[in-house]
């Protein structure tokens, strides 16, 4: 598609607005700014208007780095929903794809593609989701076995998958699940008799949360992101 008729269809602008801004500078391409209205674009290409990026009213993909206080819920009376930290046209078209405690922070994906969604969350696909942990007691060589081994929870007959567990510190490690059971990580750990104190989640599949991402922003996600869970 043409650069102009692509800012004007996802901006709203008329075709020669958008000729205007594109001649004025105000269009960049994958970071480059472009002054040649006809310019052909790829498909991946990203597109931004005055430092914001451009989408047509295809299925949007972007990663939040979920604070904590903020409830992964469309509507909370208490506290403030994921989603409304989504500066976007169309969010009530938008969904988590997933879910983390209120306390959790890290690593959440919202998209409006359901298929999308389906294939990160099915637990027939059992998508890896990487977990840091830190717990309030050292976590000893027995437990670490327990976890790698597939733990059993309280009050369910089915053990956990093995778990993928790195020790950052005696009381400190990463942990990689590939199923998503109720609060999964705190119950793992309060089966091999330790505690939660803090838990962010880093990775999804293979797509990593944006270290320059602040906890509360949020930013679309890369085509190569987006096709890593297709
Ligand atoms: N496991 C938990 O216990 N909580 C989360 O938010 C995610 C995984």
Same mark, same amino acid.
């Given at each position: /598609?043409?650069?102009?008729?692509y ?6 602008? #008329?075709?020669?607005g ?11 391409? =994958?970071?480059?700014v472009?002054? %040649? $209205? ?24 972007f990663?939040? =780095? ?9 509507e909370?009376?208490?506290?403030p929903? $994921?989603l ?8 009530? #078209? ?9 306390d ?8 409006d ?8 969350? #099915?637990p027939?696909?059992?998508c ?5 942990v ?6 000893d ?21 093995? $778990? ?11 942990l ?10 705190k119950? /793992? /750990?309060?089966?091999?008799? =330790? ?5 962010? %989640? ?14 509360g ?8 992101e987006?096709? #890593? /869970?297709?």
């Amino acid at each position: /598609m043409r650069l102009d008729r692509y800012v004007s269809q996802a901006s709203g602008l #008329s075709r020669s607005g958008a000729q205007r801004a594109i001649r004025g500078g105000e269009v960049a391409v =994958n970071g480059v700014v472009q002054r %040649r $209205a006809a310019l052909s674009l790829a498909a991946t290409d990203l597109v931004s208007l005055g430092g914001c990026p451009l989408q047509l009213d295809g299925p949007r993909y972007f990663m939040l =780095n979920k604070p904590a206080g903020v409830v992964s819920a469309r509507e909370d009376s208490l506290h403030p929903c $994921a989603l409304d930290l989504l500066d976007e046209p169309r969010r009530a #078209s938008l969904h988590l794809v997933g879910r983390l405690d209120i306390d959790t922070t890290g690593l959440l994906l919202v998209s409006d593609d359901g298929a999308w969604s389906h294939r990160v969350t #099915s637990p027939r696909r059992r998508c890896p989701k990487t977990y840091r942990v830190e717990l309030a007691m050292p976590l000893d060589e027995e437990a670490a076995v327990r976890l790698r081994s597939g733990v059993s929870l309280r009050r369910e007959s089915r053990p956990c998958q093995p $778990a993928g567990l790195e020790m950052i510190s005696p009381t400190c490690c990463r942990l990689t699940l590939t199923e998503g059971r109720y609060h999964q990580v705190k119950r /793992m /750990m309060a089966a091999v008799g =330790n505690r939660v104190l803090a838990l962010h %989640r880093e990775q999804v599949g293979s797509i990593v949360l944006d270290p320059d991402l602040a906890p509360g922003a949020y930013r679309p996600l890369t085509p190569a992101e987006i096709t #890593s /869970m297709s």
